[in-house]
């Protein structure tokens, strides 16, 4: 089970699985939107690099069209993401997602 590299599959998907959960792990436990919004992007890449080492593997194409797909809507996200977060630390001087509690009416 090697790719065209040399190296296993396995390690690939190993790889992938620690930095998805690794992203997993940041959103669920951190409170700076920041940093929720990088975890978000780690568990993107994780999923590109999976889909890209299966492509590989099994010689065909359409896993790295998809990745092309999932970097764009990853930049969509980080724009519209940001713009939030900008909005949100011009109303509270903070970036903390506790305090967001406070801007409901």
Same mark, same amino acid.
């Given at each position: 089970?090697?790719?065209?590299q040399?190296?296993?599959?396995?390690?690939?998907?190993?790889?992938?699985?620690?930095?998805?959960?690794?992203?997993?792990?940041?959103?669920?436990?951190?409170?700076? &939107? *920041?940093? @929720?919004? /990088?975890?978000?992007?780690?568990?993107?890449?994780a999923? #590109?690099? =999976?889909?890209?080492a299966?492509?590989n593997?099994y010689?065909?194409?359409?896993?790295?069209v998809?990745?092309?797909?999932?970097?764009?809507?990853?930049?969509?996200?980080?724009?519209?993401?940001? &713009? *939030?977060? @900008?909005? /949100?630390?011009?109303?509270?001087?903070?970036?903390?997602? #506790?305090? =967001?509690?406070?801007?409901?009416?």
């Amino acid at each position: 089970m090697k790719t065209a590299q040399g190296i296993p599959l396995d390690y690939y998907i190993w790889l992938s699985a620690a930095l998805f959960a690794i992203g997993v792990l940041g959103v669920l436990y951190r409170r700076n &939107a *920041i940093i @929720i919004f /990088m975890c978000i992007e780690l568990m993107l890449n994780a999923v #590109n690099l =999976l889909l890209v080492a299966f492509s590989n593997y099994y010689s065909d194409a359409s896993g790295q069209v998809f990745v092309f797909f999932i970097m764009a809507v990853a930049a969509a996200e980080v724009a519209v993401g940001l &713009a *939030i977060l @900008i909005m /949100m630390y011009r109303n509270t001087k903070t970036t903390d997602i #506790n305090i =967001l509690n406070k801007l409901k009416w």
